[in-house]
């Protein structure tokens, strides 16, 4: 039987995607929308249970009992199958870090043109985690010990990795009574590629514990290093006003959108953009100037910085190209579809690499170099103004939205308590008492098999009716944006009211906007400052929190979510599982599902769920808060309990009479 296509309505929860699909339907043009409903995904693979790592096979178990050539087990092949893509993730990741790390270095150093050292107190602070002095020592030097401890992360050999201290004590000591200390970022993916070489590693829990050792490179390395640096070397973020959107794309101006993950580039072209001589250089070819704008995380590093508008997440990248209007896309690392020089061959688009990991047929390459940085961004945004004259039919979908990014940890403090006793003390007040249920991290990828955006935000705004405060980064915070959530007191009228209470009296949004995703890192470090601060346990196991990708689609998200449920979270990905077996057929295939859920919680108190089912996962999320609320013995959850203050109330009352007043407070006329 023929499949039924989804309408544009079905592809994706944004207005502005439809509009785009509709168009690609008009010009005969595939998207990964399409592609994906037209690809049935292999069973036997989605089930993770398709081995190819020699050349006895691939080997597909199907059936009870089945085994490899080798006579590897399904746990066995499941467990090294997830190993691998946790190890990619994790390697993506702290590839990053180390090319931030060695640009710290550079800059450190005066070799790398157009940088400087931006926020030279996080600078000193985290060089003090580490006892690097900075009393009497300019920041140049500071800056270049720092990366040099950081380059060393990388290719550590024994030992443990140094970041790993902001880590608390208590979870620190699971870890060594555990075995799973990292010892150098690189070493652990280095041993998961060896373990799972044939006729290496073959006990699925041994494989997975390793797992775990090589998330942990990750979040508490390599990620957090990526985002250590970030913010010394362009600002640590703090809230802005931005926008997201395709309706960012101007007309009037040559559109430029950077995407990928790294800042370093897009950072500088940032800069470029505003050099005069690139100004009358747009001029002279007709436009007003240079229009910047973000997708994917590149977007999320240069909105929360800069204010750079978001011309959308993951699965706006095509999009963002069917609106003819864009003269440059500039990609550099991860998430970066090969299927973007096809499609701007219909168009004028040029999509230019630039690092020299990534290279697409078809594209046009100008490598990054940091020496140089400032003169190749502005030859860059050079090619781009000469292709304004090629630009014909365009499309921009009139949609976009404010937003208020740039909640970083340190922010946080900053907000909640004040400059001279920065603090986390009134969240885990607020927690306590029972104002905020609890904290959910929404975070992860699109996916083009499930509507864009749809999960991310009815989980988000149904979190929110329960009082759940509400914490995004990556696409997952891109979809928020969208649909105006990252605004100020936009929408608090559908929050609940002990969460609409802290909302109002702090001045922030509902949900908070944390960066891209390397910068779950920041969730560590919160959550760590949260554990700190005291009153809700002694370990991140016991904070009422939960995270969730509910569209993930990555390597990076799993290894996210391994590193989360080490250090003790409960993870909750949507859509399928990389490990689910064949519960049909198979009576086995499911041992490893059960081992990353209520095996590594009897070993971390965090554990891996896939729910498929979106009101589930809402369940299950509200059920973790409400036991671990219970373990520490604090009040159970009850929204009557508040909502008499904040600012709706104050407002009420500014013109009632007493008595009305009294009325209004306590429910009964008192004299
Ligand atoms: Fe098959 Fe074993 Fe080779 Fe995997 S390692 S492909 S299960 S023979
Ligand atoms: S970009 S990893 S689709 S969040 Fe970080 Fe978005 Fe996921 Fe890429």
Known sequence: MPKIRPTPEEFS???????????????GISTAFTR?????????????????????????????????????????????????????????????????????????????????????????????????????????????????????????????????KRAPEKRKALWKEQGVLPRGIDREVVEALHRTHIGDDQDPE???????????????????????????????????????????????????????????????????????????????????????????????????????????????????????????????????MQALVGLAQNFHTKIITTSPKVKIKGATHIQFDEHHALTIAKEILKVAIDNFKNRQCTQ???????????????????????????????????????RIRGVAAVVGCNNPRSKQDYLHTYITQELLKQDVLVVETGCGAIASAKLGLLLGEAGLDKVGPGLR?????????????????VDNSRILTVLTQM????????????????????????EKALSIATYCVASGVYVIFGGSSPVSGMPDRVADSDLIAKYISAGWEELFGGKLEFIPDIDEMVRQTLAHIDRKRAELGLPAYDPSHFGRSGDDRMLQLENLSLAEKRQLIYGTVKN
């Open 13 to 27: 929860a944004d207005p502005a995607a439809q509009e785009m699909l509709i168009r690609a339907d008009e010009l």
């Open 36 to 164: 994906a409903a037209n690809m049935t995904p292999c069973n036997i693979g989605s089930a993770g249970l398709c081995c190819k790592i020699c050349g006895m096979g691939p080997c597909r178990l199907t059936k009870d009992g089945q085994t490899g050539v080798c006579g590897a087990t399904m746990d066995t092949i499941q467990a090294r199958n997830l190993i691998r893509a946790i190890s990619a993730g994790a390697a993506a990741h702290s590839d990053h870090g180390r090319d931030m790390a060695f640009i710290l270095k550079a800059v450190a150093n005066h070799e790398a043109e157009g940088y400087s050292l931006r926020d030279i107190a996080k600078l000193r602070l985290v060089a003090q985690e580490y006892d690097i002095p900075v009393e009497g020592r300019s920041p140049d030097e500071i800056a270049n010990d720092l990366a040099d401890l950081y380059i060393a992360q990388f290719g550590q050999q024994t030992g443990v990795i140094a970041p790993l």
């Open 206 to 336: 041994h494989i997975l514990n390793h797992a775990v050792r090589t998330a942990l490179g990750d979040g508490w390395g390599g990620s957090l290093i990526a985002t250590d640096v970030s913010d010394i070397l362009f600002g640590t973020p703090a809230p802005l006003l931005g926008q997201a959107n395709l309706g960012v794309l101007k007309e009037n101006m040559v559109n430029v959108v950077v995407h990928g993950h790294e800042p370093t580039l897009s950072e500088m072209i940032v800069a470029a953009s505003y050099d005069p001589e690139i100004i009358a250089y747009a001029q002279a070819a007709g436009a007003e100037g240079v229009n910047l704008s973000g997708i994917c995380c590149t977007a999320n590093e240069i909105l929360m910085r800069q204010g750079i508008p978001a011309a959308g997440n993951f699965l706006h990248q095509e999009l963002a190209i069917l609106t003819g209007a864009v003269e440059a896309m500039v990609v550099d690392v991860q998430c970066i």
């Open 396 to 434: 921009i979908p009139q949609v976009k939205e404010d937003l208020v990014p740039g909640f970083s940890h340190e922010y946080l403090n900053y907000m909640l308590g004040g400059s001279y006793r920065a603090s986390f003390r009134p969240l885990n007040d607020a927690i306590m008492s029972g």
């Open 501 to 517: 209470e802290i909302c109002q009296t702090i001045g922030i949004p509902p949900v908070l906007h944390m960066g891209s995703c």
């Open 531 to 554: 554990v700190e601060e005291g009153g809700l346990g002694d370990d991140i196991d016991q904070i009422p929190a939960v995270g969730l990708a509910p569209e993930w689609m990555s």
